[in-house]
């Protein structure tokens, strides 16, 4: 593994970042809809991504 994978996220943001995930995460569930996601695989797929980023800003 490489080693720059051990570091911790560093989490900084303001308030266009914020505006920028918004909007690519409004995009993301647009998309889903359009290929027939149900609510709970958007659910699930949001959810794993989000423990992903909460799991690698602990190592």
């Known amino acids: 593994m490489a080693v720059d994978l051990l570091k911790p996220l560093e989490f900084t ?3 266009e970042d914020l ?13 889903t809809q359009e290929q027939g996601w149900s ?13 992903l980023l909460e799991l690698r800003s602990k190592v």
Request: negative net charge.
């Open 39 to 51: 609510e709970a695989d958007i659910y699930r797929v949001s959810k794993m991504a989000l423990s």
């Open 13 to 15: 943001a303001d308030i």
């Open 19 to 31: 505006k920028e995930a918004s909007e690519i995460f409004l995009e993301f569930l647009e998309w």
